[in-house]
């Protein structure tokens, strides 16, 4: 067996931005669900037959419209029927729904060849209350780093600390943020001939002392 073990480094940046979030949401998933077993463009009365009954057709646009705004369904035109989208597929396949939230975080990333995510954490900080926000000095902004701009619009991913679905979707128009605390993790590559490849894990926490967040 091959063990190695080593420290990487975490940079973390706070950003105004939209980051989606998996939730538990099975109402959608089963809309999703649906538009996958009937495999074509769904429509209203699709959404009423199979879930709602004897309801207005408007109740059954308004649920399409809502999965269309998740993104797990998509259509042509303005209007009309709409067909599972790629993350449709990919929030049946985990069994959550990922719900974007605008709002300030904290993203953590790091560039190391042995993780294959660059962002691996995102924290959503607290908002300033008016008091707050007149009476501190906002910190001095700068460019987004490229490393994490490149994360925007990649694939979903699992949260090293909590293994919560999560994808950065959108940033701020002015690409500026703040430098927020480096952290360090342990790294340890576990490799037994009887498997097909090597294992990987992280450990220790993120961020600040008072406010640390566990990785395992």
């Not at 480094?9 to 979030?21: E, L």
């Not at 809309?31 to 059954?60: C, K, M, Q, S």
């Not at 993203?107 to 691996?120: G, K």
């Not at 927020?180 to 790294?187: K, R």
Request: hydrophobic content about 40%; glycine content about 6%; aromatic content about 6%.
């Amino acid at each position: 067996m091959i063990h190695l073990k080593r420290k990487i480094k975490v940079s973390s940046f706070d950003i105004a931005a939209t980051v989606a979030r998996g939730q538990d949401r099975p109402e959608f998933l089963a809309v999703a669900r649906l538009a996958a077993d009937l495999n074509r463009p769904i429509g209203a009365r699709d959404v009423l037959r199979e879930f709602l009954g004897n309801l207005p057709e408007t109740v059954g646009w308004r649920v399409i419209e809502r999965s269309i705004a998740l993104g797990l369904l998509e259509r042509e035109g303005r209007q009309g029927p709409a067909a599972l989208t790629e993350m449709g597929r990919n929030a049946l396949e985990h069994n959550t729904v990922l719900v974007p939230e605008e709002a300030t975080w904290r993203s953590f990333y790091t560039d190391d060849p042995l993780v294959p995510d660059v962002l691996i954490h995102a924290l959503r900080l607290p908002e300033l209350s008016a008091y707050e926000s007149k009476n501190s000095r906002p910190p001095d902004s700068v460019f987004i780093p490229k490393l994490l701009q490149a994360c925007c619009s990649a694939d979903p991913r699992p949260s090293v600390c909590d293994e919560q679905l999560f994808q950065l979707t959108e940033l701020a128009p002015t690409k500026r943020g703040t430098p927020g605390p480096v952290s360090e993790l342990d790294i340890e590559l576990m490799w037994e001939s009887s498997l097909p490849a090597p294992r990987i894990h992280l450990s220790g926490s993120l961020g600040e002392r008072n406010a640390a967040i566990s990785v395992k």
